[in-house]
T-cell receptor
Framework: EAEVAQSPRYKITEKSQAVAFWCDPI?????LYWYRQILGQGPELLVQ????????DSQLPKDRFSAERLKGVDSTLKIQPAELGDSAMYLC???????????FGQGTRLTVV | QKEVEQDPGPLSVPEGAIVSLNCTYS??????FMWYRQYSRKGPELLMY????GNKEDGRFTAQVDKSSKYISLFIRDSQPSDSATYLC???????????FGKGTRLSVIA
């Protein structure tokens, strides 16, 4: 069964350091999302891609976060510098188009110390 | 006020009980409705996906959408300890738009 792959599963980093997360969506899925989930809360959108183009990054803290999806396949989310408040689960999801259900990966749990 | 409201619980029920989980929303533009199950330290897993109003059944799970009341529900029949998880409702508008989630309801099914 096709899955969204994310790595690493867990990451501990010191504040002010740079950190990067990788996501490989289900093959053929044009839409890719990065969500952040704080413990006890629902996921909140950081950025949405359609192929290689950004559709929505209105909630992405652009002073420290960046995201790219070169060639419209896999994607990288970067934080530089990391802050204590960035500790959360970072979830990647994909869908065939923007009008269908989204499938999530297992997430990357980030702890900033 | 958030666009999607969901009681975070926790909700504790005995094995075999019927569970009812609910969300309300404020934006009438939402047309697609989903329920996800999330086990601790895992990613959300899609359970049910419905478009517009009506009911959808899949095994022990039934999803209901009442657009006139802006209210969606997930029913779990014959609940099992393995159903213990957080249940997230999510919805989206027509077009290439992101999912908007509720906070999630934490469910415990006690054997």
């Amino acid at each position: 069964e096709a899955e969204v792959a994310q790595s690493p599963r867990y990451k501990i980093t010191e504040k002010s350091q740079a950190v990067a997360f990788w996501c490989d969506p289900i093959s053929g899925h044009a839409t890719l999302y990065w969500y952040r989930q704080i413990l006890g809360q629902g996921p909140e959108l950081l950025v949405q891609f359609q192929d290689e183009s950004v559709v929505d990054d209105s909630q992405l803290p652009k002073d420290r976060f960046s995201a790219e999806r070169l060639k419209g396949v896999d994607s990288t989310l970067k934080i530089q510098p990391a802050e204590l408040g960035d500790s959360a689960m970072y979830l990647c999801a994909s869908s065939p188009t923007g009008n269908t259900e989204a499938f999530f990966g297992q997430g990357t749990r980030l702890t900033v110390v | 006020q958030k666009e999607v409201e969901q009681d975070p619980g926790p909700l504790s029920v005995p094995e075999g009980a019927i569970v009812s989980l609910n969300c309300t929303y404020s934006n009438s533009a939402f047309q697609y409705f989903m329920w996800y199950r999330q086990y601790s330290r895992k990613g959300p897993e899609l359970l049910m996906y419905t478009y517009s109003s009506g009911n959808k059944e899949d095994g022990r799970f039934t999803a209901q959408v009442d657009k006139s009341s802006k209210y969606i529900s997930l029913f779990i029949r014959d609940s099992q300890p393995s159903d213990s998880a957080t249940y997230l409702c999510a919805m989206r508008k027509v077009g290439n738009t992101p999912l908007v989630f509720g906070k999630g309801t934490r469910l415990s099914v006690i054997a």
